[in-house]
């Protein structure tokens, strides 16, 4: 089984849950809210579940093998790594042209000449 496809569909960095996820596989079969999860010994993945009475939790899917939940956890945080890069790199990106732009704008003040009208003679 080949995975095909990681989408990271919600990202955040306000609590433990870092992003929520869909994982396709085969471009055939697709898993969604895979949780990316910050926890004491750093980021794991849990997979889709339900609450089962009180405080019970069961997963809808989840690999059979410690190998398939590699690949699948290395995938996801390819991905996640990947797209907090080019968030990263636009959040620069645009902090550089904020100071760009006031330094332009100070330049064509400077640089604009002066224009003075002679006073008209009657």
Same mark, same amino acid.
């Given at each position: 089984m080949e995975i095909t496809d990681v989408r990271i569909r919600k990202l955040s960095n306000e609590d433990k849950m870092k992003g929520i996820v869909s994982v396709t596989f085969d471009d055939e079969f697709v898993v969604h809210d895979i949780k990316i999860?910050?926890?004491i010994n750093?980021?794991?993945i849990a997979m889709p579940s339900r609450k089962i009475g009180k405080s019970d939790y069961?997963?809808?899917a989840h690999p059979l093998s410690p190998e398939t939940r590699t690949k699948i956890r290395d995938a996801i945080?390819?991905?996640y790594e990947k797209v907090l890069s080019e968030q990263e790199s636009l959040v620069v990106h645009d902090d550089a042209a904020e100071? %760009?732009?006031p330094l332009e704008a100070e330049a064509a003040e400077v640089e604009a000449p002066v224009e003075v009208e002679a006073?008209?003679? %009657?």
């Open positions: 999860i910050d926890g750093g980021l794991f069961r997963d809808i945080f390819e991905e100071v %760009e732009a006073p008209v003679e %009657e």
